[in-house]
């Protein structure tokens, strides 16, 4: 009889299972409204889900867009392989002030590509309907102005501006004329931070008060030593139009092609990669930003001439709004991290937390009790006794409860690549005109507080940020 009754368990749980996965998926079906596949198990209490990359619509050759690079180093020179896997799209020419990249970009996309020095060759052109802006940070507000007044659509590379007030410029030229502009933090087309979004919306941690970050990294490249050619010199390097924006300086080639590492040219850690868990947070919260921002850190290890910390923490106080509650956020990187480095989110709430990673998402749940519990050893015996009564007349004893899942980990399809998505959403706006999901004004919200973070480090001091105009204030 008892194992009759055990097996009547085994099988109601099993189908408890399947109704709870089934939910899940039809849930998600209806969130995202795109077709989706989950496949799902639990494993030592933790729940696992995969989701498949969305389904595009075919393009007619009509619709195809031709695409020029402009700056096409590493990051460019990816943003354009991604790119060119949407369908209906082409690459026409390539700019770059170092001329082994514009050997390149013809080894890799075709001899008859165009290739030049002068961004402004680019934009002038009548078969280029966008680009896409991978160059240096102080570059970024300078040639998206001016891409935009020309007609094309841009592509600007996160951060979307080296200085705030330059955002400012550039919201004016995207309102102004009219031209699809979306800057390229990917994580904000990611289905990972759909997912995210859509289990905090759902309450599943209950009220929201902390969120982490980290960016952390434990190799030279990580830390910005990038590789410099045996043939980088005055000839093959544009070095005065390279310092054009900025401080005049002799030609030197490692500022030329390690330039994150100084404040003519880049934004340090907090421009490079804190504005990617700005994004990720503000698309998961609805958020505009925080009211209060607060830094510090130095240079820790990578003493080679940079003029910017390699660990880096932020503090940020975001206010109460029709979005979210109050709460507070920690951001981290460190360049010479030990443990072997990563990147994740915490989203902690009174319920629960939410984790989102390279790979997926991790919802935690540990709800606190109903009855606070009680240490009355203390009290007399007869006060105990009176306590007791009061207690369990408050708290009366509750029929036990089903228990879900603690932990459920939605992972993505092997192979994602959320450059991917960010540029097909991209490419569908310069095709219907509909609005990006990353416009000039979400990239300032993103921007505009890492670039306040390192004037409060630079500074010494608290920043106050107005995260609706976009100011210090």
């Not at 031709?66 to 896997?85: H, S």
């Not at 008859?112 to 002068?118: G, Q, V």
Request: proline share 5%; charged share 25%; with cysteine.
């Amino acid at each position: 009889m008892k194992k009759v009754k055990n097996q009547k368990k085994s099988m109601s749980d099993k189908t408890s299972r399947r109704s709870f996965l089934k939910k899940i998926t039809l849930s998600t079906a209806i969130a995202t409204g795109v077709p989706s596949i989950l496949v799902a198990s639990s494993k030592n209490g933790i729940l696992r889900e995969t989701r498949l990359m969305k389904s595009y619509k075919k393009v007619s050759s009509n619709d195809r867009i031709q695409v020029a690079l402009i700056g096409a180093g590493w990051r460019g020179m990816e943003d354009l392989k991604t790119a060119l896997k949407v369908e209906g799209v082409k690459m026409v020419a390539a700019c770059d002030l170092y001329d082994g990249r514009l050997t390149r970009s013809r080894e890799l996309f075709g001899k008859d590509i165009t290739i030049t020095r002068d961004y402004n060759e680019i934009i002038e052109r009548d078969d280029v309907d966008a680009v896409i802006i991978g160059t240096p940070d102080h570059y970024h507000s300078i040639i998206a102005v001016d891409a935009l007044k020309k007609g094309k659509a841009v592509y600007l590379e996160k951060p979307m501006v080296q200085k705030i007030e330059q955002g400012h410029d550039i919201i004016k030229a995207e309102k102004s004329t009219g031209k699809t502009l979306q800057v390229g933090s990917q994580r904000v087309s990611s289905i990972i931070y759909e997912k995210a979004k859509e289990l905090y919306e759902a309450g599943e941690i209950g009220e929201l008060n902390f969120v982490e970050g980290y960016w952390d990294r434990l190799s030279a490249l990580g830390a910005w030593q990038y590789s410099i050619p045996p043939d980088a010199s005055e000839k093959t390097i544009d070095w005065e139009r390279f310092i054009a924006p900025t401080v005049k300086r002799p030609f030197d080639p490692i500022r030329f092609f390690r330039w994150r590492n100084y404040q003519d040219y880049g934004t340090g850690v907090a421009g490079d990669l804190f504005v990617h868990l700005f994004s990720g947070l503000h698309v998961i919260t609805g958020s505009l930003g925080p009211v209060r921002i607060v830094s510090t850190g130095g240079l820790r290890y990578w003493k080679d001439g940079r003029d910017v910390p390699d660990v880096f923490i932020g503090i940020y106080d975001y206010p109460k709004t029709s979005k979210h509650p109050a709460f507070n956020l920690v951001l981290r990187v460190n360049f010479a991290d030990g443990s072997g480095g990563g990147s994740k989110i915490r989203l902690v709430g009174c319920e629960g937390e939410i984790k989102v990673s390279w790979d997926g998402v991790t919802l935690k749940k540990s709800k606190m009790p109903k009855a606070p519990g009680y240490m009355i050893d203390t009290f007399a015996e007869a006060t105990q006794k009176k306590f007791l009564e009061e207690y369990n007349k408050m708290y009366p004893p509750e029929r036990p409860e089903m228990q879900a899942p603690k932990e459920i980990f939605y992972r993505t399809p092997k192979g994602y690549n959320d450059t991917y998505d960010h540029f097909v959403n991209f490419f569908n706006s310069v095709r219907t005109g509909k609005p990006v999901l990353e416009n000039s004004i979400f990239g300032l919200r993103a921007a505009g507080p890492a670039l306040a973070s390192n004037l409060s480090y630079f500074q010494k001091k608290i920043i106050n940020w107005d995260p609706e105009k976009m100011k210090v204030v």
